[in-house]
């Protein structure tokens, strides 16, 4: 089951980016110390690993450095303001700097359709096929990597890495789109040229930031850092860590519309009730009975969720602007109401009413958000990454839809699920979980009895 690498390659923008230095606004600072967004598409690809190198690989390469062309932010690195004020900033020196970035092409033995597919596997085989981030020593860091990773007479997946503090999952899917566009007019599909996404927007003057938020959350992060770390948790049980795996879950559109008949009928004609709304209720509830027989039901149970900001903002910023563009939103029950007969409605009806809030104002209370999210960490809130509406199973790089798109970086936070659309159009929603391998046992018990209920 062991990877080979066959080859690093340094992919520049051609024709050269113009490179330049670029902000770090308020919305992109509170990711600076976290890490990258790891997705893997899966492909069929029933051709030798000769095959792919002489045919596809070229249309990857160039195709890549098309894309950059257009998001050469993303080539650049993110390094402290010169200036000494204590900032960050993007910068990239252009083409002419020999800058880009890493490929890597890699060969696999392991079993495709297995990793592919939707049971149980462990999260560390699904790694092998993520690039890391190169670092430097001088402490900068690259922006974004790529892998891509052939399966002779099998499949191809193609992983893809980008520091969150670059971009949200709309930018980040943008260019993952833009790139698997490039690859078909390269390979001179019919019609290809015409279907691209449109390019980025790049000006980062479109957020405003009058309160200065971009400095005080900074200014705040330090000060966390300064005081050093939280005390460490509990010594762990002895013997060695469970294994970690990771599942994909599917609510149909029939189920998802039979959640919808039950909020509403039991939480009224109020109730916010969206598919994103009930399959995170849902979600929510099978990892609330996962943990239920050893938490205390007394106790408050959480949720963190992103919504995007770039048509609520006022005025609106085009919906194409690099960078991030999301704002949290907290939601919290009691857990007993959450283990119990309506924990699903008692969850919908919460996370409705905090997306019923962003009406007064989406960027309410935004001076208050980096200290209420450290506070919430003590609590094991389920977090949710990825949204049904960004279109992952639509990346074709001339090789069809993908049959399996995998949010690989959930693991890094506890209790956080991934979301997409189904992986069949009009499918409904796909729901990616990771978890100790007795804990997805449960999780998978309990959401099959929820299915079941619905029918």
Same mark, same amino acid.
């Given at each position: 089951?062991?990877?080979?690498?066959?080859?690093?390659?340094?992919?520049?923008?051609?024709?050269?980016?113009?490179?330049?230095?670029?902000?770090? !606004?308020?919305?992109?600072?509170?990711?600076?110390?976290?890490?990258?967004?790891?997705?893997?598409?899966? *492909?069929?690809?029933?051709? !030798?690993?000769?095959?792919?190198?002489?045919?596809?690989?070229?249309?990857?390469?160039?195709?890549?450095?098309?894309?950059?062309?257009?998001?050469?932010?993303?080539?650049?690195?993110?390094?402290?303001?010169?200036?000494?004020?204590?900032?960050?900033?993007?910068?990239?020196?252009?083409?002419?700097?020999?800058?880009?970035?890493?490929? !890597?092409?890699?060969?696999? @033995?392991?079993?495709?359709?297995?990793?592919?597919?939707?049971?149980?596997?462990?999260?560390?085989?699904? *790694?092998?096929?993520?690039?890391?981030?190169?670092?430097?020593?001088?402490?900068?860091?690259?922006?974004?990597?790529?892998?891509?990773?052939?399966?002779?007479?099998?499949?191809?997946?193609?992983?893809? @890495?980008?520091?969150?503090?670059?971009?949200? %999952?709309?930018? *980040?899917?943008?260019?993952?789109?833009?790139?698997?566009?490039?690859?078909?007019?390269?390979?001179?599909?019919?019609?290809? /040229?015409?279907?691209?996404?449109?390019?980025?927007?790049?000006?980062?003057?479109?957020?405003?930031?009058?309160?200065?938020?971009?400095?005080?959350?900074?200014?705040?992060?330090?000060?966390?850092?300064?005081?050093?770390?939280?005390?460490?948790?509990?010594?762990?049980?002895? +013997?060695?860590?469970?294994?970690?795996?990771?599942?994909?879950?599917?609510?149909?559109?029939?189920?998802?519309?039979?959640?919808?008949?039950?909020?509403?009928?039991?939480?009224?004609?109020?109730?916010?009730?969206?598919?994103?709304?009930?399959?995170?209720?849902?979600?929510?509830?099978?990892?609330?009975?996962?943990?239920?027989?050893?938490? %205390?039901?007394?106790?408050?149970?959480?949720?963190?969720?992103?919504?995007?900001?770039?048509?609520?903002?006022?005025?609106?910023?085009?919906?194409?602007?690099?960078?991030?563009?999301?704002?949290?939103?907290?939601?919290?029950? +009691?857990?007993? /109401?959450?283990?119990?007969?309506?924990?699903?409605?008692?969850?919908? @009806?919460?996370?409705?009413?905090?997306?019923?809030?962003?009406?007064? +104002?989406?960027?309410?209370?935004?001076?208050?958000?980096?200290?209420?999210?450290?506070?919430?960490?003590? /609590?094991?809130?389920?977090?949710?990454?990825? @949204?049904?509406?960004?279109?992952? *199973?639509?990346?074709?790089?001339?090789?069809?839809?993908?049959?399996?798109?995998?949010?690989?970086?959930? %693991?890094?936070?506890?209790?956080?699920?991934?979301?997409?659309? +189904?992986?069949?159009?009009?499918?409904?929603? /796909?729901?990616?979980?990771?978890?100790?391998?007795?804990?997805?046992?449960?999780?998978?018990?309990?959401?099959?009895?929820?299915?079941?209920?619905?029918?």
């Amino acid at each position: 089951m062991a990877t080979k690498i066959l080859d690093r390659l340094t992919v520049a923008a051609s024709p050269p980016a113009p490179g330049g230095v670029l902000p770090l !606004t308020f919305f992109d600072v509170p990711w600076l110390f976290t890490g990258p967004v790891e997705r893997v598409f899966f *492909y069929p690809y029933p051709h !030798t690993a000769e095959h792919f190198t002489a045919h596809l690989l070229p249309h990857l390469v160039s195709s890549l450095s098309a894309a950059l062309h257009r998001f050469y932010p993303l080539v650049g690195r993110v390094r402290p303001c010169p200036d000494g004020g204590g900032g960050y900033e993007f910068c990239s020196a252009g083409g002419d700097a020999g800058e880009g970035v890493e490929l !890597t092409v890699a060969e696999s @033995s392991d079993d495709f359709d297995e990793l592919s597919g939707c049971g149980p596997r462990d999260v560390a085989r699904l *790694y092998a096929l993520v690039p890391q981030l190169p670092r430097a020593e001088d402490g900068t860091f690259a922006l974004a990597a790529a892998q891509v990773t052939v399966f002779a007479g099998r499949g191809i997946a193609v992983g893809v @890495s980008i520091h969150h503090v670059a971009c949200d %999952d709309s930018s *980040y899917m943008h260019f993952v789109k833009t790139w698997a566009g490039q690859c078909r007019v390269a390979a001179g599909e019919e019609h290809a /040229e015409g279907a691209l996404p449109p390019p980025p927007f790049l000006d980062r003057g479109v957020v405003a930031d009058p309160e200065g938020l971009a400095a005080r959350t900074l200014d705040e992060m330090r000060q966390l850092a300064a005081n050093g770390p939280p005390p460490p948790p509990p010594p762990p049980p002895t +013997g060695p860590p469970p294994k970690l795996v990771i599942a994909s879950f599917a609510l149909t559109r029939d189920r998802i519309d039979r959640l919808k008949q039950r909020v509403v009928a039991d939480g009224g004609e109020r109730v916010h009730c969206s598919a994103f709304t009930v399959a995170c209720a849902f979600a929510w509830a099978c990892l609330a009975r996962v943990d239920g027989g050893r938490a %205390d039901a007394e106790r408050r149970a959480h949720l963190l969720f992103s919504v995007e900001c770039r048509r609520r903002l006022a005025p609106p910023i085009p919906q194409e602007y690099l960078g991030n563009c999301l704002r949290p939103c907290f939601v919290e029950v +009691g857990l007993g /109401e959450l283990l119990g007969g309506d924990g699903v409605v008692a969850a919908a @009806s919460a996370i409705g009413a905090s997306v019923r809030a962003l009406d007064d +104002g989406v960027l309410a209370g935004a001076g208050g958000w980096f200290h209420k999210i450290l506070s919430l960490v003590p /609590e094991r809130p389920m977090s949710v990454g990825g @949204s049904p509406r960004y279109g992952v *199973y639509e990346t074709d790089f001339g090789l069809g839809r993908p049959i399996k798109v995998e949010l690989v970086s959930i %693991d890094k936070t506890p209790g956080t699920v991934s979301l997409a659309e +189904g992986r069949e159009k009009l499918a409904g929603i /796909e729901i990616g979980v990771v978890l100790p391998e007795a804990d997805m046992a449960r999780f998978s018990s309990c959401f099959a009895d929820g299915l079941e209920q619905l029918l």
